[in-house]
């Protein structure tokens, strides 16, 4: 292939948009979670539970005590 002979291909684009990707149904363990959850509120339990392990003016803001536990149960 000789110098400045070669063919200029456009590159497709790289990102797509969220609205392009495919929707699919939930998890069952996660729909099922879900439900107990908003059954038993869980949320307000957890919150009862650790209340005692956050103060109200010392330390950083903290983070919402349900957002916490699911960062712990899933991640």
Known sequence: MAMGRRKHE???????????????????????LNDARRTIAFYCRVEAVCERFYHEKLGRPDIARWVYFRMLLIG
């Open 10 to 32: 456009r590159q497709e684009a790289m990102f797509i948009s969220i609205a392009e990707l495919p929707v699919t149904a939930g998890h069952p363990f996660y729909e099922k």
